[in-house]
């Protein structure tokens, strides 16, 4: 299958409407959408990715007005929240209608909506009144791509459209959160902060490892993972340990490195979090790429955006 990759929203709205996926820009990550109304259509999103089944997706939709459509129930922060932060980095998890059909919310009773911030995907949800079903545009455990060029490299031929947004300007997938007994829960960090979030929720929980509190399936120990190993920790002390290796180094700041390594990135020059999460997969994907055997990275500072950046190095870091 050729796959054409433009700015077209009518080419994309086309072939949505015939059953097709296409890849969408989001200010977050690009996602792989389906018309989330056509259960055949979205079955095949789990099948391009190489998506498990118990793994729910997210149904992007244009206004908080939509909601009410996908929700059976929903609470009043949320269109507090949805009033001062969408479209944006967050997602709602609420009780499911029955017009969901179940591959998206992996047979479970919740569905999860997000209006995202990109003009040509809120103009294509807006011209088309259909709500889109995608998850990031990556093989399933694979870092998530911030460029068309990104879904290239991995869908190509396999879908027929990509629309090209440019770059993701937030880098980062959103935030997701849920209400269980009334009190709202993140089950995912990402691009918007705990901080923006206690703004409008002073109560805001995060979630602990309680087995009887909701968790988000997709939230796999290992994830964003490169193909060669990636080992997190103080860069003084890794670089000593696998001098000799080929290795691919991430550092958050400039850092003068005492001995040779493949490739260097940098997350941000100024030491700001919000450039480290625009670079953080470009980088993770230049150094799995650079011919080196390991990538030493370290953590960056643990607030705002940074609890996000920390929880995505962590994954790929993970034992898979
Ligand atoms: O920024 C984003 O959220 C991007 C863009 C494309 O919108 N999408 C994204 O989708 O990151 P995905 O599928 O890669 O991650 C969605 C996360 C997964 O951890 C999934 O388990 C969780 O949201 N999720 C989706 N529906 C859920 C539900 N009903 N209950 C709990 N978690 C849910
Ligand atoms: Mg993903």
């Not at 018309?35 to 190489?50: Q, T």
């Not at 030491?271 to 994907?285: I, V, Y």
Request: proline share 8%.
């Amino acid at each position: 299958m050729e796959t054409r990759v433009g700015q077209s929203v009518a080419e994309a709205a086309a072939w949505l409407q015939q059953g097709r996926l296409v890849a969408i820009p989001t200010e977050t990550v690009y996602g792989l959408a389906a018309n989330a109304l056509d259960a055949d259509a979205v079955l095949d999103i789990f099948a391009v990715k190489g998506r498990p089944a118990f793994n729910p997706l997210i149904v992007h939709v244009h206004d908080a007005t939509e909601f009410a459509r996908y929700a059976e129930t929903v609470p009043d922060e949320v269109y507090q929240l949805a009033a001062r932060f969408s479209p944006g980095p967050i997602t709602f998890v609420l009780p499911r209608k029955a017009c969901i059909p179940d591959a998206i919310t992996a047979g479970g009773d919740t569905v999860a909506l997000r209006i995202p911030n990109h003009p040509l995907t809120l103009e294509l949800l807006r011209s088309t009144g259909m709500p889109l079903a995608a998850p990031s545009a990556n093989p399933s455990g694979y870092i998530s791509p911030v460029t068309a060029n990104h879904v290239l490299d991995q869908l190509g031929g396999r879908i027929p459209y990509i629309l090209d947004g440019g770059p993701c300007s937030v880098g980062i997938e959103s935030t997701v959160v849920t209400w269980h007994e009334g009190r709202c829960l993140v089950l995912r960090t990402g691009g918007l902060t705990i901080e923006e979030l206690r703004s409008v929720v002073p109560t805001v929980e995060t979630t602990s490892d309680d087995p009887a509190q909701p968790r988000s399936p997709g939230q796999l120990t290992s994830h964003y993972a490169p193909r060669i190993p990636l080992v997190l920790g103080n860069l003084d002390e890794l670089l000593e340990r696998h001098a000799g290796q080929r290795i691919g180094l991430l550092s958050f700041r400039p850092l003068a490195v005492p001995i040779a390594v493949v490739r260097h990135e940098v997350l941000s020059t100024t030491g700001d979090l919000g450039e480290a999460a625009r670079s953080l997969f470009g980088a993770l994907r230049r150094l799995d790429a650079c011919g080196a055997d390991i990538i030493l990275a370290e953590r960056v500072p643990e607030h705002g955006l940074g609890v996000a950046i920390n929880d995505r190095l962590q994954r790929a870091a993970a034992e898979r």
